[in-house]
């Protein structure tokens, strides 16, 4: 799940529940738009909302325990059941555990990465991947810095589930220089919150 708000089209929270594409159907009731697919609900926009929460800035809603409760509070009152939000971190330490070649892609390799709680497929094209590393891993549901959202998805009929990194990715710099992935040190413990290490 994320959350964006935008001040600019109309104070609004942009609440995404479920990844989905396409065609969506939409029912509006007074300050909140739910959007549903197939009748699922898939996401709400909800107007009128930062006199109520007092956002700080447009973008995506960087979200801790008290942040979901003040916006839940807010979906209750406007007759919104509360959300489950998954607030385990997004970007983490990765281990290669073992990397092969895309049977279909030259340039492209799959890669076994353990991010502590489990071994995520990653389809990773970078010149400098090898298995062994330890990397940054943006997981499902990550938002890259960029605005892109980390989706599952599949490259050249294999599934991958995340991305490994670059400095510039992960906006840490803009230097044309910085190409490949950031290899972290050997002592980079598998499933740690990258921007929270010491």
């Not at 979901?68 to 807010?74: D, G, K, Q, T």
């Not at 940054?136 to 549901?141: L, M, P, T």
């Amino acid at each position: 799940m994320n959350i964006f708000y935008n001040e600019k089209m109309g104070d609004v929270l942009f609440i995404t529940v479920k990844q989905a594409d396409g065609p969506f159907e939409y029912n509006k009731q007074d300050d909140v738009v739910t959007i549903t697919q197939d009748g699922e609900v898939v996401g709400y926009n909800v107007f009128n909302i930062n006199d109520q929460l007092n956002l700080e800035s447009t973008g995506l809603v960087q979200l801790d325990a008290d942040k979901v409760e003040a916006v839940n509070s807010v979906l209750s009152s406007k007759g919104i059941a509360p959300l489950e939000v998954d607030l385990s971190p997004k970007f983490v330490v990765g281990h290669i555990d073992s990397m092969e070649k895309h049977p279909d892609a030259d340039k492209l390799n799959i890669c076994q990465v353990n991010v502590g709680d489990a071994v995520l497929q990653i389809v990773c094209g970078a010149k400098n991947v090898a298995a062994g590393q330890n990397v940054v891993v943006a997981k499902v549901g990550a938002v890259m810095p960029s605005g892109m959202l980390i989706k599952d998805a599949e490259l050249r009929g294999v599934a991958s589930s995340g991305m490994i990194c670059s400095e510039r990715e992960l906006g840490l710099t803009d230097s044309e220089e910085k190409k490949g992935i950031l290899v972290l040190d050997e002592q980079a413990v598998p499933g740690t919150d990258f921007f929270k290490q010491d």
